[in-house]
């Protein structure tokens, strides 16, 4: 039986492209909005028409719409593409849909009109409360353009949303990371993510902090703000589920109150906790989702596979398609450009350094051996054995819906803070 799908939609336009940033993301090319929407329907076109061909149907669960900023396409043009999706693959009811946006670039009337589209969901990037370090990101929005765009969504029936924020930047405080944390909980977002602040290569901040002329973040201090989040978020009525995600519970009357109760089984906070990202738990739990847009990576029918990313060659590369689709093995396209038939090793490993992120479901031994048909120790006997005595990772007992107990491995807080480690001992 095919698992349920996900879907990934590549937006990769910007009005600025920030200094810190490396996606494949390209500024001033709006003009090419119109055209890119059209290939994208030719993709997915072309894909659904693949799908028909598999011994079991697809059934799509959420749809991920990342950039870039996808807001910048009107609500005509996201009703355009979802009217594509559901005439191309069957969904499962109430599919999760999301739009990643700046808080800068919604109005009430395009948020009234991408949520009549059928789109539920809104993660907005702040990134910070701080006007000084919104400037040092090179954002174009202030905390005031964020309260307004919480506002707005709540007036258009959005009842799902996230708040993107990054710490660990330089000459940041731990104060001016609390204020902000606190500002952001204040808007009473479903769900937050807090992302360490990584230095890429290629971008402004990489070149900068090479040359010493921007300050390396202080690791010391960025692990400091991380457990304080950790704490705060807890206290504030939020559940850990992943190693930078944290999701109110829809019942906050009957959520957990202590340690041992915030450190049991996802599945049991998942009843209550819809707000966890369904699309991200996709990718957390090693399971299929399909790519479509420049630069997109996707997983499926046994492949990791990317496409082209520039615009101009994704448009050109649909556009002037010619051939019969019959010679892609479903989900390549025309605008593949990486595939990587993957191997047992292989799914294993990112098994591992997937689920291994879930800090309450961790990797489970009776999934694991379902998928694999081998035990976590019969696979990874000395890793797992010395990171639970270097006390980074631990067993613990879940029960499920179905009341079946079974051991899941999984981040200690420690292995929270140095996660890193324990995942390069899987690779």
């Given at each position: 039986?095919?698992?349920?799908t996900?879907i990934?939609?590549?937006?990769?336009?910007?009005?600025?492209?920030?200094?810190?940033?490396?996606?494949?993301?390209y500024?001033?090319?709006?003009?090419?909005?119109?055209?890119?929407v059209?290939a994208l329907?030719?993709?997915i076109?072309?894909?659904g028409n693949q799908a028909?061909?598999?011994?079991?149907?697809?059934?799509?669960?959420?749809?991920?719409?990342?950039?870039?900023?996808?807001?910048?396409?009107?609500?005509?043009?996201?009703d355009?593409?979802?009217?594509?999706?559901?005439?191309?693959?069957?969904?499962?009811?109430?599919?999760?849909?999301?739009?990643?946006?700046?808080?800068?670039?919604?109005?009430?009337e395009?948020?009234n009109g991408?949520?009549?589209?059928?789109?539920n969901?809104?993660s907005?990037g702040?990134?910070?409360a701080?006007?000084?370090?919104?400037r040092?990101?090179e954002r174009?929005?202030?905390?005031?353009d964020?309260?307004?765009?919480?506002?707005?969504?709540?007036?258009a029936?959005?009842?799902?949303?996230?708040l993107d924020?990054?710490?660990?930047?330089?000459e940041?405080?731990?104060?001016?990371w609390q204020?902000?944390l606190q500002?952001?909980?204040?808007l009473?977002p479903?769900?937050?993510?807090?992302?360490?602040?990584?230095?890429?290569?290629?971008?402004?901040f990489?070149r900068w902090?090479?040359?010493?002329?921007?300050?390396?973040?202080?690791?010391?201090?960025?692990?400091?703000?991380?457990?304080?989040?950790?704490?705060?978020?807890?206290?504030?009525g939020?559940?850990?589920?992943?190693i930078s995600?944290?999701?109110?519970s829809k019942?906050e009357?009957?959520?957990?109150?202590?340690?041992?109760?915030?450190n049991?089984?996802?599945?049991?906070?998942?009843?209550?906790?819809?707000?966890?990202?369904?699309?991200?738990l996709?990718?957390?739990?090693?399971?299929p989702?399909?790519a479509?847009g420049?630069?997109?990576?996707?997983y499926?029918?046994?492949?990791?596979?990317?496409?082209?990313?520039?615009?101009?060659?994704?448009?050109e590369?649909?556009?002037?398609?010619?051939?019969?689709?019959?010679?892609?093995?479903?989900?390549?396209?025309?605008?593949?450009?990486?595939?990587?038939?993957?191997?047992?090793?292989?799914?294993?490993?990112?098994?591992m350094?997937?689920?291994?992120r879930?800090t309450n479901?961790?990797?489970s031994?009776?999934?694991?051996?379902?998928?694999?048909?081998?035990?976590?120790?019969?696979?990874?006997p000395?890793?797992?054995?010395?990171?639970?005595?270097?006390g980074?990772?631990e067993?613990?007992?879940?029960t499920?819906?179905?009341?079946?107990?079974s051991?899941?491995?999984?981040?200690?807080?420690?292995?929270r803070?140095l996660?890193n480690q324990?995942?390069?001992?899987?690779?």
């Open positions: 039986m095919t698992p349920d996900s990934y939609i590549h937006i990769p336009f910007c009005k600025h492209r920030c200094a810190y940033c490396d996606f494949n993301t500024a001033g090319q709006e003009d090419s909005i119109p055209t890119y059209d329907i030719q993709e076109n072309l894909i028909t061909r598999l011994p079991d149907q697809l059934t799509i669960k959420t749809v991920f719409f990342g950039g870039g900023t996808p807001s910048l396409l009107s609500a005509l043009q996201f355009s593409i979802l009217k594509a999706l559901t005439s191309a693959f069957a969904f499962t009811p109430n599919p999760e849909i999301t739009i990643e946006a700046n808080p800068g670039t919604i109005s009430p395009k948020l991408i949520r009549k589209a059928g789109i969901r809104i907005f702040v990134q910070s701080n006007t000084e370090e919104l040092m990101l174009e929005h202030d905390f005031f964020v309260i307004e765009a919480v506002s707005t969504a709540r007036k029936g959005f009842d799902n949303l996230n924020l990054i710490y660990g930047l330089p940041q405080t731990l104060q001016t204020t902000t500002r952001v909980v204040d009473h479903e769900h937050i993510s807090a992302y360490a602040l990584t230095l890429e290569h290629g971008t402004p990489g902090s090479s040359r010493g002329l921007l300050p390396l973040p202080d690791p010391d201090l960025a692990a400091e703000m991380y457990e304080w989040t950790m704490n705060f978020l807890f206290q504030s939020y559940v850990q589920y992943e995600n944290w999701a109110k019942d009357g009957k959520r957990m109150r202590d340690e041992e109760s915030e049991s089984s996802f599945i049991l906070h998942a009843k209550r906790s819809s707000f966890a990202c369904q699309h991200n996709q990718y957390w739990r090693s399971l989702y399909l479509f420049a630069g997109a990576h996707g499926a029918n046994g492949y990791r596979y990317s496409n082209v990313l520039r615009i101009k060659t994704y448009i590369r649909l556009a002037n398609y010619q051939s019969p689709i019959t010679n892609y093995d479903f989900p390549l396209s025309p605008a593949t450009v990486n595939q990587h038939k993957q191997t047992l090793k292989d799914d294993m490993s990112e098994y350094l997937n689920n291994l879930l479901a961790g990797a031994e009776s999934d694991f051996r379902l998928r694999f048909g081998s035990g976590l120790l019969d696979v990874y000395k890793e797992i054995e010395e990171l639970v005595k270097n980074l990772l067993w613990h007992k879940k499920s819906e179905v009341l079946e107990t051991e899941v491995l999984r981040l200690t807080k420690r292995g803070l996660g324990v995942f390069m001992r899987f690779v």
